[in-house]
T-cell receptor
Framework: GAVVSQHPSRVICKSGTSVKIECRSL??????MFWYRQFPKKSLMLMAT?????????EQGVEKDKFLINHASLTLSTLTVTSAHPEDSSFYIC??????????FGPGTRLTVL | RKEVEQDPGPFNVPEGATVAFNCTYS??????FFWYRQDCRKEPKLLMS???SGNEDGRFTAQLNRASQYISLLIRDSKLSDSATYLC???????????FGTGTKLQVIP
């Protein structure tokens, strides 16, 4: 099946710093990628839809200036959490859409902000 | 009402048992339905799509009831390796956006 990678898998940072998470589709091109976050024992929540070559579409309640998304190529989307705070600590997962319906998920990035 | 609702469980069943989960959705215009499996601290993985006519893949059977707006997943002859959280996923309101349920946790006991 299609493979999506994420880097880093785990990051611990100090409050106020910015963290960049990369999402790559390794064996296919993805014009659309998605960014989710998941709190413990909660469902995945879609944060934004990342479209190659255009601005991301953010879900209601997600601050676009805080969660910067760049989809510079057909195989790479990045999420930058700017000025991270402890409440931003979460599990961030990206997915890449292949075809009409199917999404393949990255392994996730666990962010801990101290 | 939540867009997609699932019983969080946990469902604790013995090996070999048959277990069924339901998932209800609120948007009658929803177009596509899926079951994903998520192991602890791992990413979700597609288990199966749910078609109007229902579909079966080995021990797993998924069904869609549009009139009552729910989908179901039946697991026969449960294995220990089936222990995971099963996520109901619904696509609606445009072909890109999907909504996840909170998941149903299954624990298969020896």
């Amino acid at each position: 099946g299609a493979v999506v990678s994420q880097h880093p898998s785990r990051v611990i940072c100090k409050s106020g710093t910015s963290v960049k998470i990369e999402c790559r589709s390794l064996d296919f091109q993805a014009t659309t990628m998605f960014w989710y976050r998941q709190f413990p024992k909660k469902s995945l929540m879609l944060m934004a839809t990342s479209n190659e070559g255009s601005k991301a579409t953010y879900e209601q309640g997600v601050e676009k200036d805080k969660f910067l998304i760049n989809h510079a190529s057909l195989t790479l989307s990045t999420l930058t959490v700017t000025s991270a705070h402890p409440e931003d600590s979460s599990f961030y997962i990206c997915s890449a859409r292949l075809g009409y319906d199917e999404q393949f998920f990255g392994p996730g990035t666990r962010l801990t902000v101290l | 009402r939540k867009e997609v609702e699932q019983d969080p469980g946990p469902f604790n069943v013995p090996e070999g048992a048959t277990v069924a989960f339901n998932c209800t959705y609120s948007n009658s215009a929803s177009q596509s339905f899926f079951w994903y499996r998520q192991d602890c601290r791992k990413e979700p993985k597609l288990l199966m799509s749910v078609y109007s006519s229902g579909n079966e893949d080995g021990r797993f059977t998924a069904q869609l009831n549009r009139a009552s707006q729910y989908i179901s997943l039946l697991i026969r002859d449960s294995k220990l390796s089936d222990s995971a959280t099963y996520l109901c996923v619904v696509r609606s309101g445009g072909y890109q956006k999907v909504t996840f349920g909170t998941g149903t946790k299954l624990q298969v006991i020896p």
